[in-house]
């Protein structure tokens, strides 16, 4: 796992308390592009399950993870794919 | 500020569905843009592209309007539905065919 991978992973842990996270660091395939060259951010995929999510909106969720990771924006992060479950729907998978 | 929250809100509201991406849906510039705008492509019906590469106020400006970070973002009938994720999410699992419907019959 790559450091940047890690210092996420442990942003989430903390804010969100997941029952599960998954990190992937996909930065390599989209090394190059314009909008990673202009902010030097990675692309990272984020898998998490977490009952702060129960009963709300992919739209409150995502924001969740957005707004726990804001200050990570720019030199960290460029983009983020996120899939964010409640544990009831993690285990339904 | 003021002045490109009401340019963004009238552009939503003046179109059915509105894609906010970078890149058009011809040559996009972006991967997650680019998967969103094949996705409103598969539908029959006409949607609105923004590029925001060209204007920077609407590709900042869109960001504070939804308060929602990341480029693209699809709006519906005035509504935030999401970005690449979430549209994909719904198209998935045929949430968007229904919001999209509506939209559909009125262009037959």
Same mark, same amino acid.
């Given at each position: ?16 308390? %997941? ?55 720019? %030199? ?10 409640? %544990? ?6 | ?42 539908? !029959? ?5 923004? !590029? ?55 262009? !037959?």
């Amino acid at each position: 796992m790559s450091t940047r991978s890690g210092h996420i992973r442990n942003i989430l842990q903390q804010k969100l308390k %997941p029952q599960t996270i998954e990190i992937t660091d996909d930065s390599a395939r989209h090394a190059g592009h314009a909008g990673a060259r202009e902010s030097g951010g990675g692309h990272f995929s984020i898998d998490i399950v977490s009952g702060d999510f129960a009963g709300l909106t992919r739209i409150q969720r995502h924001r969740m993870v957005y707004e726990a990771l804001k200050d990570e924006f720019g %030199p960290m992060i460029h983009a983020l794919s996120i899939q964010a479950m409640s %544990p009831e729907e993690g285990n339904s998978e | 500020m003021e002045q490109i929250r009401e340019k963004i809100g009238a552009l939503v509201h003046e179109h059915d569905a509105v894609l906010f991406m970078k890149g058009t849906p011809q040559f996009p510039q972006c991967g997650f843009s680019q998967q969103v705008a094949a996705i409103m492509d598969s539908f !029959n019906i006409t949607y609105e592209a923004v !590029n925001v590469l060209l204007d920077p106020e609407v590709r900042e400006g869109i960001k504070d309007y939804a308060d929602w970070p990341t480029i693209p973002q699809l709006y519906i009938k005035g509504e935030f539905i999401g970005g690449c994720d979430i549209v994909s999410e719904m198209h998935a699992c045929g949430e968007l065919a229904e919001l999209l419907k509506p939209l559909q019959q009125a262009s !037959n």
